[in-house]
């Protein structure tokens, strides 16, 4: 099957190689269309996000390959925290993009003016529990943010939704089996069906080797599937070589779930297509 891949980072961010370096790895790879996610700027100093100033140059370096681009559709799109009030999706800002991807990756800590990173650190993961006073108000904050973001600005493609997982891998803090969990993921879940954004099946904690499967859990698809949820496909890659990393397995996983469908953006629209 010919696949589409709109979650990347290059060196703008915290990514290796430039977009021409993903343009030929997306062609030697067959890949429909590829698009461009640098993380969007947050308001503090950190090492993953792009920088204001480079924002233009960023902007140019996509659009000058999608002008030149023969063989495949470039897009151009960022990967936008929801952290009002310093930044959502919706920001005109970062207009005009061909796509957001927006996700929570961080919990501000305004009375201390501090930011703590969900998926950094370990360290940074345990500010987090402390903060909230404990595991599961902060996974239940987690899912309520991420809803409230697809309410108030929904993105076109939701991020990697248990992203909390990430410094879970061993079951230190919760079980996916837990009921509060679950009811957590499911009132996220109802929310995203009823908004319409797409959910991403991200192959990028399996690249990085940091999780043992896809974002999200098998059984977090077949929730999304009862819901009728339309999936898009991405990689989350931060190297030109993982521009379709594990994308059969993935695949895979989206059938036993009950897809039989995925939504690409070709042609400038989102069509949905055959899962083969
Ligand atoms: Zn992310
Ligand atoms: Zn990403």
Redesign the pocket.
Known sequence: MYHTNY?T?TSFCDGKGTPEDYLKAAESRGLLALGF?S?APLPYKNDWTMKEQDLPAYREAVETLTRTSEKLDIYLGL?IDYLPPHLTPADERFQPLDFTIGAVHVVEDAARHTFHEIDGHPKDYKACIEFFGGIQPFVEWYYRQVAQMCRETPPTIV?HLDLIKKNNQRNEFFTEEEPWYRNAVASCLDVIAEVGSLLEVNT?GLARKRITTIYPSPWILRLAREREIPLVLSS?AHDPAQVDFAFDEAVALMKEAGYTKVYALLGGEWIERPLE
Do not use: I, L, N, V
Request: glycine share 12%; charged share 25%.
């Open positions: 979650h980072h996610s993380h990967e991020a990028g989350d």
